[in-house]
């Protein structure tokens, strides 16, 4: 059974820093994307950050430059390092991973349950 499992939210003061971690665990076949998204209150989820396998990035403009996302694909882990946090990056963050089933060529998406960063201005 394929599991992402976030950690590493919490409360922090404007201009602080959190580091966001994902583990993606089970029977996952070939690991592509491993993205971090957000929502917040009465907003639609949005990417903030994701990285495909052979290593490539992208952000949204609003982090870029305070956020940083990296990946172990040994460990099927993906990071997330938020500095200089703003009261606007308040959301459930929720990590992405995406498999591929070379055999049925199928890609399939699986989301963690999200965790809380809230940052107090």
């Known amino acids: 059974q394929a599991q992402v499992v976030e950690s590493g939210g919490g409360l922090v003061q404007a201009g602080g820093s959190l580091r966001l971690s994902c583990a993606a665990s089970?029977?996952?076949?070939?690991?592509?994307?491993m993205d971090w998204y957000r929502q917040a209150p009465g907003k639609q989820r949005e990417l903030v950050a994701g990285?495909?396998?052979?290593?490539?990035?992208n952000y949204d403009p609003s982090v870029k430059g305070r956020f940083t996302i990296s990946r172990d694909n040994a460990k099927n882990t993906v990071h997330l390092q938020m500095n200089s946090l703003k009261p606007e990056d308040t959301a459930v963050y929720y990590c992405?991973?995406?498999?591929?089933?070379?055999?049925?060529?199928?890609?399939?998406?699986?989301w963690g349950q999200g965790t809380q960063v809230t940052v107090s201005s």
């Open positions: 089970g029977s996952f076949l070939s690991i592509n994307a």
């Open positions: 992405r991973v995406t498999d591929y089933d070379y055999a049925r060529k199928n890609e399939y998406e699986y």
């Open positions: 990285t495909t396998d052979e290593g490539r990035t």
